[in-house]
């Protein structure tokens, strides 16, 4: 086919079209494209460009055509000439708005997407201090030495290394009683419920206790999905109430019974003697569910109810709040009679966790990368926190702060003037995200609370974050 009419090539990585009968210069034509791909948002700040001569040859055109419009965007400040001969973008331009005729806005679109000045959005670990350097050492460490069957299909508890390490470090480090077989690793702790929640319908299940209030949205529709009815059990200050935990009628109960989320509620040992009574006495299940008892500030570790129980208690771990979400890393310690069966499920389902990432995970923990990282970052987010308080004592002292002693958020109580929703809602206006207790009740009533997840801000935004809400709450006060 010839050179005439219209050149659609793709010239290895950039989308330009060339009309050699249009009466345009090429130079301007292969600009022009170039620029309105980087104001679109298709080209990034940091992205390489071809070198001249593989561009000129895609587009069959001589390599001075496209040295001319390098050195044009250059000039403009759309590209950037690095050492080495290598051409990147170096301007980024905010994705022209949908309606053709408007005026593109000038707000960077990371902020336009965050819609806060400062979130205090609860679940958020702060991942920019995630250990890469002795991440990328495990990994190099298990591409050099793992054995070539690692890397095929295997069953549906998970690598041998990982689970083991699992194991040590837990009954090391948070008293439970766990052996490898027992462990089954899972894409985080929203699949550990998907497949507990199968299994225990399978096993003839009617009804799934959760605490109220309680942030597993994930198990209340779940358990909706596969037929079981949903009860909630009240929590006060020291975690669940068990006494209506006798009355529910309920084949299994899923507690955070070590930080309660989001009360911050230690479950204590009478408490947790009577729960195992109840599963012992009903046949029922405990989910332990033991999302951030490695961050603790002003009291002694408390150790895993299912060490009391392990025939009776499924301990759930993860990796999303000590290390990043993104890694989909979590597992379960599962009472002998159920093993296979969640093993089966997790088979099912994907077929296994990726295995690298596993293997890393295992030598990350048999080194103690984990413990030093855990080490480093207690003292961060206590400084974190009590940054907040402080901030709370000056600002909003007629708040009532609960659950501060571990963990990665605080709740905050409201005085009875104060309606959560407005001050949620007044919190936004000012440009602050933050969510409040009574979305996460079942039943639907209790008193009025903001959660401040405070692991991913600076001590400076957490001090402005509170002025920003004191003012927000006097605005809802005059109104």
């Known amino acids: 086919m010839g050179r005439s009419g219209t050149n659609s090539g793709l010239a290895e990585d950039l989308l330009i079209e060339l009309n050699r009968d249009g009466g345009v210069p090429l130079h301007r034509q292969i600009e022009a494209s170039i620029r309105a791909s980087i104001r679109a948002g298709r080209l990034r700040t940091g992205a390489s460009l071809p070198p001249t001569r593989a561009l000129a040859a895609g587009l069959g055109v001589s390599r001075g055509v496209v040295v001319e419009a390098y050195q044009q965007l250059v000039a403009e400040g759309y590209l950037a000439s690095r050492s080495g001969g290598y051409t990147q973008v170096a301007a980024s331009m905010p994705p022209v708005a949908a309606d053709a005729g408007s005026t593109a806005s000038t707000v960077r679109p990371a902020a336009r997407r965050a819609g806060f000045r400062i979130d205090f959005g609860y679940g958020r670990t702060d991942v920019s201090q995630f250990p890469r350097a002795a991440w990328l050492r495990s990994i190099r460490t298990v591409l050099a030495t793992t054995p070539n069957d690692r890397f095929a299909y295997l069953d549906g508890r998970g690598v041998p290394e ?50 109220d209030p309680s942030s597993d949205d994930d198990a209340r529709v779940l358990a909706a999905a596969a037929g079981l009815d949903v009860v909630g059990i009240p929590v006060g200050p020291d975690g669940v109430q068990v006494d209506a935990l006798h009355r529910a009628d309920a084949d299994a109960v899923v507690l955070t019974p070590s930080h309660q989320w989001p009360t911050g509620g230690v479950l204590s040992a009478t408490a ?8 012992k006495h009903r046949g029922a299940i405990v989910v332990e569910d033991d999302y951030d008892a490695e961050y603790r500030y002003d009291r002694s570790p408390v150790g895993a ?66 413990d030093r990282h855990l080490r480093r970052m207690r003292p961060v987010y206590r400084r974190r926190r009590n940054a907040l308080l402080g901030a709370l004592r000056t600002h909003l002292p007629d708040l009532e702060p609960a659950g501060i002693a571990a963990g990665q958020h605080v709740v905050a109580w409201l005085p009875p003037d104060l309606e959560e929703a407005a001050v949620v809602t007044a919190a936004a206006r000012h440009g ?18 903001l959660i401040f997840g405070y692991a991913p801000l600076g001590e400076t935004a957490i001090a402005e974050g509170v002025a920003l809400l004191a003012t927000a709450i006097r605005e809802v006060r005059g109104s």
């Open 162 to 211: 990982l689970r083991e390490a699992l194991c040590d470090y837990h009954n090391r480090v948070r008293g439970t009683s766990s052996v490898p077989d027992n462990v089954v690793i899972c894409n985080g702790y929203a699949q550990a419920i998907s497949l507990l929640i199968q299994v225990l319908a399978l096993h003839g299940a009617r009804r799934i206790a959760l605490e």
């Open 272 to 279: 947790r003697a009577e729960v195992i009574r109840w599963a």
């Open 305 to 370: 109810m299912q060490g009391l129980a392990p025939d009776h208690i499924v301990y759930c771990g993860t990796a999303s709040k000590t290390l990043a979400p993104g890694l989909r890393l979590g597992w379960m310690v599962v009472p002998p009679q159920l093993v296979a069966d969640v093993a089966a499920a997790k088979v099912l389902a994907d077929r296994g966790s990726p295995v690298i990432e596993q293997l890393t995970f295992a030598d990350f923990l048999t080194r103690g990368e984990f």
């Open 432 to 449: 602050l995200g933050i969510k409040g207790v009574g979305p996460y009740r079942i039943a639907g009533t209790g008193p009025g609370g």
